[in-house]
């Protein structure tokens, strides 16, 4: 068996119990983006984690058009913290972002 299989098993076990109710549409490019070979040196589930968070910021905030419209990365991210955290208990997540804390993606 290879380490590929193995990771790519871990990485499936840290999405299934990170989102459990995440629709197929938004784990895949979750799961892909967790295997990338930047994330290969972080454990299982602290990737699907980043990747998970850095997904809905791109995919279900205004973040992207918030760029665009000049404001500088870490105000972007405070704005659209909300809108993460409830597409995050929408599915279900086992953890939220903390607006105290320090972004992690």
Partial sequence: ???????QRAINKALTLLLPAVPYS???P????????HMRTLPPPIAVWLAAV???RHQHTDYDA???EGYDKD????????AI???LTEWRA???LDPDEEDPS
């Fill in 1 to 7: 068996m290879s380490t590929g299989t193995n990771r």
């Fill in 26 to 28: 938004d784990s895949e």
């Fill in 30 to 37: 979750i799961r892909a983006a967790a295997g990338a070979p």
């Fill in 54 to 56: 850095a997904h809905v």
């Fill in 66 to 68: 918030l760029r665009d």
């Fill in 75 to 82: 105000s972007a991210r405070y704005f659209v913290l909300d």
């Fill in 85 to 87: 955290n409830r597409k």
């Fill in 94 to 96: 086992t953890r939220l």
